[in-house]
C-alpha cells in the first residue's frame, strides 16, 4: 500500500543539531572563481566594522548615494604597465555576481568599491587573481607520436611479461610449449645435417654462416597467503587466488639479487626472502677445437 509519509503518526522534524550554513563568517573577503572562458563568478562579505569605518571616513551617507561595483583589472600585464580595468555594476547586499569578461584566456582580479557623484573610486576589498582558459582551439601541436616496431614486441616478450601473475603450473606449460617449438627447429635441422655429413667433401658451407645463440632466464615463483601483499625487488607482484606468483627475469651476466618480501593484510607480520644468482657467459669460439673433433688437422689436411 502506499506510504503516507509519516512514521509511527508523527512525522518526523529536522534534528536538533539541525542549521543551515550562517550568512557570514566575521571576516571581510572577496573571492574570484573561473566558470568558462568569458564569465567568472565572484563572492564576497563585508563585515559591519568595515561599513561603520567607510561611513566614518566618506560620509554616514556614502552608500546610499553611491553606486557599487566591481572593478575588473587585467592581471595579465607586466608589473608597471598602466592597469587596465572596467565597472561592472553590483549589489553589495546580494554578496555573490557574475562577472562577464570579452577576453578569455587571460587573468583578471576584482575591487569591490563605491563610485560617489563628485567622482573617484572608493575601494572596500580585493579578490584573488583568476586565470581565465582560452575559448578557442589549442594552436599547440602533439607530439609526433613513435610507431611500435615488431622487435618492441619481441623484447616484450623476452622480457617475461607473459608469466606475470601466473601459478607454476601454467609457467611450466609454457615452457613445455616452447621448448616443443624449438625442438621441431631443431630436428630439421639435424636432419638437414646428417645428410649434408656424407656429402661434406663435395659440399661444405662457408665457416661464416655458422652461428651459435644461447641465452639464459631465471623464473621465480612462490605461494603466500591470497591477500598478503607480495613484492620483488620493490615491485608489486599480483597474486594468484591461491595465493602463487611467478615472475620470470632476462638474466645478465654478474651477480643479481632479487629480494623477495610479503606483509600480511593487517601488516602485523613480515617475511623475507632474498634469491641470489650470478651468471658467466663465455662467448669465445676455439676453431682449432672443432675441426679437430670434426676429423680435420687445423691445415686442411685429414687425421690419422
Known amino acids: 500500500m502506499p506510504s503516507s509519509g509519516v512514521l509511527g503518526g508523527k512525522s518526523p522534524g529536522p534534528g536538533i543539531d539541525t542549521r543551515s550554513l550562517p550568512e557570514g563568517y566575521g571576516t571581510t573577503m572577496a573571492a574570484l572563481l573561473p566558470r568558462d572562458p568569458n564569465w567568472m563568478f565572484l563572492y564576497w562579505e563585508i ?69 560617489p557623484p563628485d567622482g573617484g573610486f572608493v575601494g572596500i576589498v580585493k579578490s584573488n587573481a583568476c586565470a581565465l582558459p582560452p575559448g578557442h582551439v589549442s594552436g599547440a601541436m602533439d607530439e609526433k607520436w613513435m610507431s611500435v616496431s615488431p622487435d618492441f614486441d619481441r623484447l616484450l616478450q623476452l622480457s617475461g611479461v607473459e608469466y606475470i601473475g601466473k601459478g607454476s603450473g601454467e609457467v611450466a606449460k609454457s615452457l613445455a610449449q616452447r621448448w616443443e617449438m624449438l625442438r621441431s627447429v631443431f630436428s630439421r635441422a639435424a636432419s638437414w645435417g646428417v645428410s649434408s655429413l656424407s656429402s661434406r667433401a663435395a659440399l661444405k658451407a662457408p665457416a661464416k654462416d655458422f652461428r651459435l645463440a644461447a641465452d639464459c632466464e631465471i623464473i621465480l615463483y612462490g605461494a603466500t597467503e591470497p591477500d598478503a601483499f607480495v613484492t620483488v625487488s620493490g615491485r608489486k607482484v599480483p597474486l594468484n587466488p591461491d595465493g602463487t606468483f611467478s615472475m620470470r627475469f632476462a638474466l645478465p651476466d654478474g651477480a643479481v639479487d632479487l629480494p623477495v618480501s610479503a606483509m600480511s593484510e593487517d601488516e602485523t607480520e613480515r617475511r623475507e626472502i632474498t634469491i641470489s644468482v650470478a651468471r658467466s657467459t663465455d662467448g669465445t669460439a676455439n676453431a682449432a677445437a672443432v675441426k679437430a673433433a670434426a676429423g680435420e688437422n687445423t691445415d686442411g689436411g685429414r687425421t690419422r
Not at 561603520?52 to 587585467?74: M, N, T
Not at 595579465?76 to 577576453?103: C, R
Request: hydrophobic share 35%.
Open 47 to 115: 563585515t559591519p566594522s568595515v561599513k561603520a569605518g567607510l561611513a566614518r571616513e566618506h560620509g554616514a551617507d556614502i552608500f546610499e548615494k553611491s553606486r557599487p561595483v566591481a572593478r575588473v583589472y587585467d592581471a595579465s600585464l607586466p608589473e608597471g604597465d598602466d592597469p587596465k580595468y572596467f565597472d561592472t555594476p553590483i549589489m553589495l547586499e546580494a554578496g555573490n555576481w557574475y562577472v562577464h569578461v570579452q577576453e578569455g584566456g587571460r587573468a583578471y582580479c576584482c575591487e569591490l568599491g563605491l563610485l
